[in-house]
Nanobody, 117 residues
Framework: QVHVVESGGGLVQPGGSLRLSCEVS????????MGWYRQPSGKQREVVAV???????NYVGTLEGRFTISKDNVKNTLYLQMDSLTPEDTAVYYC???????????WGQGTQVTVSS
């Protein structure tokens, strides 16, 4: 069974930055489109960024320019650089394979991002 472990969240002031990481079980990384998702409190989980096996990145809505998705195929790790954060970015962030379609793996515990002054 594939395991994912998200990390890097925390409390940050508006305008600040965070870099999230997602470590994936060895061997499970290759060949899948990977995505970062977020779930604000009381709302549904939504995809925010996708990266294809070839490395092409796509973003939802106006996040491009503030969020950057990347990956390290050797380390089996997915990243999300988030800049110019706003309170609306507050959510639990998750990663998974299969994006933007249905998630393929069990969900990890996620990492909480809180943007507040």
């Amino acid at each position: 069974q594939v395991h994912v472990v998200e990390s890097g969240g925390g409390l940050v002031q508006p305008g600040g930055s965070l870099r999230l990481s997602c470590e994936v079980s060895e061997g499970a990384f290759m060949g899948f489109s990977m995505g970062w998702y977020r779930q604000p409190s009381g709302k549904q989980r939504e995809v925010v960024a996708v990266i294809t096996p070839s490395g092409t990145a796509n973003y939802v809505g106006t996040l491009e320019g503030r969020f950057t998705i990347s990956k390290d195929n050797v380390k089996n790790t997915l990243y999300l650089q988030m800049d110019s954060l706003t309170p609306e970015d507050t959510a639990v962030y998750y990663c998974n394979a299969g994006a933007p379609g249905p998630a393929l793996w069990p969900w990890g515990q996620g990492t909480q991002v809180t943007v507040s002054s």
